[in-house]
């Protein structure tokens, strides 16, 4: 990453995640702990929440390979991401998309390329995997579609040059972080609203009722120990029942992920804090 590269403006996600936090960023403002040292995303995703607050020093990780992969080359390799993404925007249709979507380059620049790419040009920007991991969603109807977004890619390299990036589960923060130097914020798969919600089925790790727990346990441990920490999740009975030792607020936001245009609009979520 050239060193003569400085940030052309405020860093923001480059990737479209279900569930990215953008749009609920002005709800968190206030919310967010005033002083700490560092800052961990144990469920990295699109990374609306570091890329706000652009901490000095973070330790982001998702249990998703290809999504790490992805970080760790932008970080380390921005230019030629972007290079490869190019290509790609010169190529783009229907045919090369399918290609792209049937194959899985060796080369982790390509595949952090590829990822990218289909990210940005398929069905509602859905990351989605089958049983076996590999990516199914369809081609998007778009006419223009950003493929090489050059400056949140370069801003975002910028952001991440002092970020440490793996692949790990989310408990393996508890090895990490241990005082009030320290803010975790947890954004997991949400738990289902209803019988056929199917929020924690966009990858072969599906979030079941016993990850909840763990996951509770986990911020129970982190808020013992005087961590700052923070949870998004659904709105329902489990998750306040789950949380109800923790200050619960609501946050209103915008179901976006649907088929069906009639099923998008507002709804609730929590926001859970130690603090």
Same mark, same amino acid.
């Given at each position: ?16 995640? +279900? ?10 403002? !206030? ?24 901490? @000095? ?45 049937? &194959? ?8 952090? +390329?590829?990822?990218?790419?289909? %990210?940005? $040009?398929?069905? %509602?920007?859905?990351? @989605?995997?089958?049983?076996?991991? &590999?990516?199914? /969603? ?22 991440? &040059? ?9 408990? *393996? ?29 966009? !990858?072969?790790?599906?979030?079941? /009722? +016993?990850?909840? /727990?763990?996951?509770?346990? $986990?911020? +129970? ?11 998004? %999740? ?14 619960? @607020? ?8 649907? *088929? !069906? ?6 709804? $609730?979520?929590?926001?859970?804090? !130690?603090?």
């Amino acid at each position: 990453m050239p060193s003569s590269l400085t940030l052309p403006s405020l860093p923001r996600p480059f990737l479209k995640w +279900a569930g990215g936090k953008g749009q609920l960023l002005a709800q968190y403002e !206030n919310i967010f702990p005033k002083r700490y040292s560092t800052y961990y995303e144990p469920f990295l995703g699109g990374g609306a929440v570091f890329f706000h607050l652009h901490p @000095r020093q973070a330790v982001l990780s998702d249990i998703n390979a290809e999504l790490v992969n992805v970080y760790q080359c932008v970080q380390g390799h921005v230019e030629a991401v972007i290079a490869l993404l190019q290509e790609h925007r010169d190529r783009h249709s229907s045919e090369h998309y399918y290609q792209v979507r049937s &194959q899985l380059p060796a080369c982790l620049i390509a595949r952090a +390329a590829r990822l990218i790419y289909l %990210n940005k $040009t398929c069905f %509602n920007g859905l990351y @989605r995997e089958n049983v076996k991991g &590999q990516f199914n /969603v369809p081609i998007g109807r778009y006419k223009n579609p950003t493929i090489a977004d050059v400056g949140a890619l370069r801003g975002a390299a910028i952001a991440l &040059q002092t970020a440490r990036i793996e692949e790990q589960p989310f408990d *393996a923060v508890l090895q990490m972080a241990y005082s009030s130097q320290d803010f975790v914020y947890f954004d997991p798969p949400y738990h289902p609203i209803s019988a056929t919600s199917k929020f924690t089925a966009y !990858n072969r790790y599906s979030f079941q /009722v +016993a990850d909840q /727990v763990r996951l509770r346990d $986990t911020f +129970a441990t982190l808020a013992d120990r005087g961590v700052h920490v923070m949870l998004s %999740n659904s709105d329902c009975p489990f998750i306040r029942e789950l949380y109800k030792d923790f200050h619960i @607020r609501t946050i209103w936001a915008t179901r976006a992920i649907n *088929a !069906n245009a009639q099923k998008r609009g507002k709804i $609730t979520e929590v926001l859970v804090t !130690n603090y």
